[in-house]
């Protein structure tokens, strides 16, 4: 038997109020709030953050990341690679990006099921449209990631009963490569050509599982529009629909199944029945039974968790970090490019926040030095991951003069849980929120990007409970 | 261990400090020139007479050749030397110890920097290529986490911390305003000072030093051939250094009330120079006051003040121009400006000023001490360089 050992879906801290929408620009918005990535976040950094929920509740090392996403920070170049070296996966796990559409994202899900081996699944989307646009009214950005593996590697929390598909060429909303514009024909005429792919594609599945839809417990349907979402829902026959968050979180793009999903789990009880249905260009059907299990690896931070914890941001402010309104940065020289030798040998550092530690005093050193605080041994160290670790803040500070895509720079100097000390940058965080002794994790941000090249790092930011 | 020091054994016999302003008409190689020429005249020497060269520059050249070329030095050993913000002074104790090694008869410090052609605010420096993960605070920033600190430790109220650290920038402005070669020659009130414009954390626009372009240079020789070149040499007494390890940054015992770096620094300097009671037998003292609160805690790290009480000495006026030791009194950074390779040379001037007695009547202290120190320091709390001098103009 094969199934999701463990999974994590991760929402962004901002919320942009879409009657700001009309407010600004004239036109567009609605009712409710979108997430919105930070201006140092990016797809890659979103799926990182998805997949260390999910590697929390798992012993497993997955020897396959599969990430799929259609707004990716590289082409040529895999993205995937970046989300490897940050949950510290082993070096001989295969690593791939699934792209360029959104249909990839349901698609690696089946592939990891009906694969062999650990696999984790990470899908991640940042989505905007023209100022103004219902698709960026009806956006919103996330990232989920699913370990999946046999139960002879972990225990499942819910297993993989069948997945089916329904497939068709038609043009219901396409985007250049590069463009920040997905274009949409008429949403009619993909709700008619939707209706029948689902409805082929949920037969064959219940039949394929020799179980009727009234056995299934809950269902979750992906679609490009909550129109669409909720008129192929209906007609599925089950009891309960999970909401598809489009008032509060937006349409996830590729993001969504797995977001929902993650829903989904969050919501059942053990040994119930439950179906995720994806329709991008075609119809994906899943069915899993959930075990006794699921209880116990529900992440430390919920979908729910997530939601209520959220803070506005202003649209001016989200047109910036979206690269749609230029601001005036700070006049300060602007990052230089990252060296990638340099960076190839800080891995462990610059990607998974590791640190050393001192085997005989066992201080704290971040970065990792070779030599003791005291100047005495020389590569007397070990590892010391601090990805993981909480600490308090000591003293802070705003940085008003320094280079920010966002000024102003919100910096504290950070002592954590068991040793080491660390001055960091703070993200999702309001000058105001700051003070001495708050609690904070580290997560990982693109400082900035200079010749098409990011720079990953980490941040840190305050511990918020709901 | 050991620092031995070279306490009288070697002398600075002229010296020469261009006016430290935006020089928007005069280059790096001007500066130089300026700097230079004012120098061999105060000694009465040519170029020749010079055996070697020692600059110091953080940014504005390359090589020895940067001072060489503008100079036309003839076949002449020439030295740069980088050390953040101490650059200058490290320029100054290397050509002293040259001298007193023997290898030389006469030597020369400059510093100089053209801060203001980079079109940015403030001081920049390019990192060398690296991994991307290092801080890319503002100094301004990084010091700015020591004021509510200090508070905090020693009980200050944030108001009357505020006022004294709004008492260091009027004072300098005081003194600044007095000096024709100062960056900014107006007294700035309290009042404005205080409702300057945040920058980072507490620290407004007026708790920051000025950025300037600038220049000034030493000449040194053996101290028992001094007096060939002038009636009132200055005797160097001490030169210390102290390059941090950075722990600061990383330890979780440093709390950002003291910079351990400087007080180090100040232990070898005042045992290198037979001083027991520094707030006693210096009559004046040059500072780093890149930001008001830096000068705050120096009194403390340089032993002028016991720890915790430096904002009360400052508010009684203790350093005030014709207070009991005079600090900054040609304005310091924060009112003299800042041309990072030029502004340890720059403290030695103002020294060299003062002991000859040759500030002017506007500004000339009033003392019958005959000892000076300059403190340099670069970098940040947490991971900082730490130079000082301390200058006599009597032997013993």
């Known amino acids: 038997m094969r199934g999701i050992s463990s999974w994590g879906a991760y929402l962004p801290y901002r919320r942009l109020d879409k ?96 694969s062999s081996g650990v696999n984790i699944v990470a899908s991640a989307d940042i989505r905007s449209g023209l100022a103004g646009s219902s698709e960026e009214a009806n956006s919103g950005d996330a990232a989920a990631a699913f370990v999946i593996c046999d139960e002879t590697d972990a225990p499942l929390a819910a297993e993989f009963i069948g997945a089916t598909s329904a497939t068709e060429e038609f043009i219901d909303r396409w985007r250049a490569p590069g463009s920040q514009r997905t274009k949409t024909w008429d949403e009619k005429f993909s709700e008619v050509t939707y209706a029948p792919l689902a409805q082929s594609a949920w037969k064959k599945a219940l039949q394929d599982a020799g179980i009727q839809a009234s056995d299934i417990a809950m269902v979750a349907v992906s679609s490009p529009s909550a129109r669409i979402s ?173 280079y920010s895509p966002s000024p102003p720079i919100v910096f504290a100097v950070v002592d954590f ?44 930011t305050l511990v918020r409970t709901p | ?126 990192p060398p290529p690296n991994d991307g993960t290092g801080r890319t605070l503002t100094a301004a920033a990084m010091f700015s986490m020591v004021t509510p600190a200090y508070g905090k430790k020693f009980g200050v109220d944030p108001n009357e ?37 945040k920058m980072a954390g507490d620290l407004g626009l007026f708790d920051c030093a000025g950025v300037a372009d600038g220049a000034a240079a030493a000449i040194v020789c053996r101290a028992q051939d001094a007096h060939k070149y002038t009636d009132k040499p200055l005797f160097i007494k001490a030169l210390s250094f102290v390059a941090g390890n950075g722990s600061g940054l990383t330890d979780p015992a440093y709390d950002y009330t003291t910079f351990p770096e400087i007080a180090a620094c100040a232990v070898d300097a005042y045992e290198q120079a037979g001083i027991t009671n520094p707030s006693k037998q210096i009559a004046l003292a040059e500072v780093h006051d890149c930001f008001t609160i830096t000068e705050l805690v120096l009194m403390e790290d340089l032993l002028f003040s016991e720890r915790g009480t430096a904002w009360r000495d400052i508010l009684d006026g203790r350093f005030d121009l014709h207070g009991q030791l005079p600090v900054n009194p040609d304005g310091g950074l924060k009112s003299f400006g800042h041309p990072v390779g030029a502004s340890g040379l720059r403290m030695m001037f103002e ?17 019958d001490r005959t000892l000076a120190l300059t403190h340099n320091l670069g970098g940040y709390p947490g991971e900082m360089v730490s130079f000082i001098s301390i200058l006599g103009s009597q032997l013993g």
Not at chain 1, 66 to 92: C, E, G, Q, W
Not at chain 1, 237 to 258: C, K, M
Request: aromatic residues 6%; proline residues 4%.
């Open chain 2, 161 to 197: 911390l505020r006022e004294a650290v709004a008492r260091v920038a009027w004072k300098n402005h005081y003194n600044g305003a007095r000096n024709s070669r100062a960056q900014f020659r107006k007294e700035v009130s309290m009042e404005t000072i205080k409702n300057s414009p």
């Open chain 1, 417 to 460: 849980d068991g040793g080491g000390r660390f001055p960091v940058e703070l993200c999702d965080i309001d000058a105001d929120e700051i003070s001495i002794g708050a609690r904070v994790r580290m997560t990982f941000r693109r400082l900035s990007i200079t010749d098409d090249i990011p720079n990953y790092f980490w941040k840190a």
């Open chain 2, 1 to 126: 261990m050991a620092s031995h020091g070279i306490k009288d054994q070697i002398a600075i016999i002229g010296m020469g400090c261009t006016n430290f302003v935006e020089h928007w008409n005069l280059g790096l190689d001007d500066l130089i020139v300026n700097a230079a020429n004012e120098c061999y005249s105060s000694v009465g020497i040519g170029k020749d007479a010079v055996d070697a060269y020692w600059l110091g520059t953080a940014q504005g050249g390359m090589s020895g050749i940067t001072l060489a070329r503008p100079l036309q030095l003839q076949n002449k050993p020439v030295t740069r030397v980088e050390n953040y913000c101490a650059t200058g002074s490290e320029a100054l104790r290397q050509a002293a110890y040259a001298v007193a090694s023997g290898a030389y008869d006469i030597a020369m410090a400059l510093g100089v920097e053209k801060t203001k052609d980079s079109g940015f605010q403030g001081l920049n420096a390019t």
């Open chain 1, 230 to 402: 909720s008129a192929v829902a209906a007609k599925l026959g089950v009891a309960r629909v999970l909401d598809n968050l489009s008032a509060v979180v937006g349409i996830n793009g590729a993001a969504q199944p797995g977001v929902l999903l993650a829903l989904l789990l969050e919501q059942s009880e053990p040994d119930q029945i439950v179906a995720l249905v994806s329709l991008t260009d075609g119809a994906d059907v899943m069915l899993f039974r959930t075990t006794k299990h699921l209880p116990l690896v529900q992440p430390d931070t919920t979908v729910a968790q997530q939601l209520a914890c959220g803070a506005p941001i202003s649209y001016g402010r989200f047109l910036s970090w979206r690269t749609m309104l230029a601001i005036e940065p700070p006049r300060r020289p602007e990052p230089q490019r990252v060296s990638a030798t340099a960076s190839a040998r800080n891995e462990n550092w610059k990607y998974g926040f590791v640190g050393s530690r001192d085997t005989t005093t066992g201080a704290v050193h971040l970065p990792p030095l070779r030599v003791s605080a005291d100047g005495q041994r020389t590569d007397n160290m070990k590892d010391a991951p601090m990805a993981d670790v909480l600490g308090t803040i000591a003293t802070f500070t705003i940085d008003r003069l320094a």
């Open chain 1, 19 to 114: 009657t700001q929408i009309a407010l600004f620009v004239g036109q567009g918005g609605g009712k409710g709030t979108r997430t919105v990535a930070s201006f140092d976040e990016d797809t890659t950094t979103m799926a990182v953050e998805a997949g260390r929920i999910a590697l929390r509740r798992t012993s497993v090392m997955p020897t396959q990341l599969m990430f799929a996403t259609v707004s990716p920070t590289y082409t040529d170049k895999t993205n995937a690679t970046i989300v490897h070296a940050a949950l510290r996966l082993d070096d001989s796990a295969l690593c791939i990006d699934l792209g360029s559409s959104v249909r990839s994202a349901m698609g690696g899900l089946i592939l990891a099921v009906r």
């Open chain 2, 351 to 367: 020294a060299w000023l003062q002991l000859r007695g040759e500030a002017g009547a506007d500004r000339q202290i009033r003392t």
